[in-house]
């Protein structure tokens, strides 16, 4: 049987405002997207939170055995600062800054971003669309919304037209409970209002002016797509046009995925979304981290140290078990002192994991591994808790070093219990690279080597050429070069 159907999942549901048991469309089956990062520069510190609270959803959703389509997007296009204008495409003025083509912007920063989520164990998405490669999509549903009304021309760029989805019954703000009126106070005069309607309006496909570099012909003429479409075109491609999750940073909800709602309905009649995820900010003594402000720091270096804010380095398990001792929905405020704190935290559950294997177990158990692996479970159970998870975690912390101190008792089979939740919640649910367990890959590797290049030497002794050659020919195929020296065989791979 699969696991969902003992354990019962809640989640904070941004548009009801409440925590819902979670129930799929599609039984076993979930369809979860998450907006990607905007590359034009690198991901800093707070982005790969955002990020890493999806990793760990994901992560606990494939445990729960339910069967994940996890889309995350890569925004390569139309993700403008301000206003529709080309001093503030953020791809053509970085292009411009550093000398590069649009797309080698694009490729840097996607590599980049690519490397800081490998070195922080990030599972990949099941799918990674671009908005680039999305262009027909996001014109086909531009020039459905045209037709259906919901959208009009102006002057070479076409808007949705907010009062038009109001007036039709729908309810554009439902996701940050505002209404029109107040969304227009809120709406500062920005490029592109004179050819709007009304002031609420937002762009699905924007003119491109001559010196827009990066722009695509349309039914409109030459232009870009909006930020917004993308996400519904890329959901809705993939996804279906209702799906089961949504996710993304808090400052996300308005306007990007009102927008969203708004072009998802407009264009099926249906909700596109069941659940809306909304992770909070990282803030860095106080503030929030953001590119826009200075304060910021990257991944990097925090990870190889010799910054101004930190005092040492701290690897990259250290910034993960950081990051999850804060509830996703939660401020978290990085600072030298949390991470020192959690340094020490993390070094004793990978000490406790450790000493589990020193155990010896006795006939009964003293300690009650059942309550305590459910409670693990019913923290991530109830919205993801995960600093829930880890004080739990420590708790049986706490069991394996009162078995060691022989001061309680515990049988084989929940002494392997307790090991393996240990182990399932650190390294597959919270994403912790098992650090010995690769080291120990390694040394067995290395060990293995070893006993080819010692065989491979009785095979020369015994003027065996034919083996002592296949032996080396075949570890060549694996990467693995043997170099014969006066000293003896070396190896490198
Ligand atoms: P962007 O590349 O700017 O679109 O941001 C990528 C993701 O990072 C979005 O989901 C943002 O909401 C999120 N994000 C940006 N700044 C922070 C921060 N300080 N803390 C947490 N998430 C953030
Ligand atoms: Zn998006």
Not at 79 to 105: A, I, W
Not at 115 to 121: A, E, G, S, Y
Not at 271 to 283: I, R
Request: glycine share 6%.
């Amino acid at each position: 049987m699969p696991l969902y159907t003992n354990q019962k999942l809640k989640i904070y549901n941004t548009l009801s405002g409440e925590k819902e048991n979670f129930n799929p469309i599609i039984e076993g089956a979930i369809g979860m997207y998450v907006c990607g990062p905007t590359v034009y520069s690198n991901v800093h510190l707070g982005n790969v939170r955002t990020f890493m609270s999806f990793d760990v959803i994901y992560r606990y959703l494939k445990h729960l055995d339910y069967k994940v389509r996890y889309v995350r997007n890569i925004t390569d296009a139309g993700h403008l600062t301000d206003d529709g204008s080309v001093e503030n495409d953020r791809f053509v003025k970085q292009s411009r800054l550093e000398k590069l083509e649009p797309m080698e912007v694009v490729q840097k920063y996607t590599v980049d971003f690519h490397k800081v989520l490998d070195h922080f164990n990030f599972l990949p998405p099941t799918i990674e669309p671009t908005a680039t490669g999305h262009i027909l999509e996001q014109i086909e549903l531009t020039q459905k919304l045209i037709n259906d009304g919901f959208a009009y021309v102006s002057q070479g760029s076409v808007y949705f037209d907010v009062l038009e989805y109001n007036k039709r019954g729908m309810n554009y703000g439902e996701l940050n409970n505002r209404n029109v009126e107040e969304l227009l106070s809120n709406t500062r005069d920005l490029d592109g209002q004179n050819e709007k309607k009304n002031p609420q309006d937002f762009a699905l496909w924007k003119k491109a002016s001559p010196a827009h570099i990066m722009r695509w012909n349309s039914p409109w003429g030459e232009g870009f797509p909006g930020w917004h479409l993308e996400c519904t075109a890329m959901s809705t491609k993939y996804l279906g046009e209702k799906f089961d999750i949504h996710g993304g940073g808090m400052d996300l909800k308005f306007p990007h995925h009102e927008c969203e709602i708004a072009q998802g309905k407009a264009c099926n009649n249906t909700t596109p979304v069941n659940y809306w995820m909304h992770t909070n900010m990282l803030t860095m003594n106080g503030l929030r981290m953001s590119k826009s402000t200075g304060n910021y720091i990257l991944p990097m270096e925090l990870i190889e140290g010799g910054n101004q804010f930190f005092e040492k380095e701290f690897n990259a398990n250290t910034v993960r078990f950081c990051f999850l001792q804060a509830h996703y929905r939660s401020v978290l405020d990085i600072s030298n002192e949390a991470m020192i704190a959690s340094e020490k935290g993390f070094i004793r559950l990978m000490e406790g994991i450790q000493l589990c294997n020193e155990i010896t177990p006795s006939e009964t158990s003293s300690v009650d591994i059942t309550t305590w692996k459910q409670n693990c479970y019913d923290a991530m159970n109830d919205d993801f808790n995960t600093p829930i998870l880890i004080a739990n975690l420590f708790e049986g912390v706490r069991f394996v070093n009162v078995l060691n101190d022989k001061r309680e008792t515990i049988s084989a089979e929940d002494l392997a219990e307790l090991k393996t939740t240990l182990e399932t919640f650190t390294f597959e649910i919270l994403g912790i690279k098992n650090e010995k367990a690769s080291n120990n890959t390694t040394q067995k590797l290395e060990g293995v080597i070893e006993m080819l290049i010692e065989m491979r030497k009785t095979a020369r002794d015994n003027k065996n050429w034919a083996l002592s050659d296949e032996i080396r020919d075949k570890l060549l195929a694996l990467n693995i070069q043997l170099k014969d020296g006066k000293d003896g065989t070396s190896y490198s791979f």
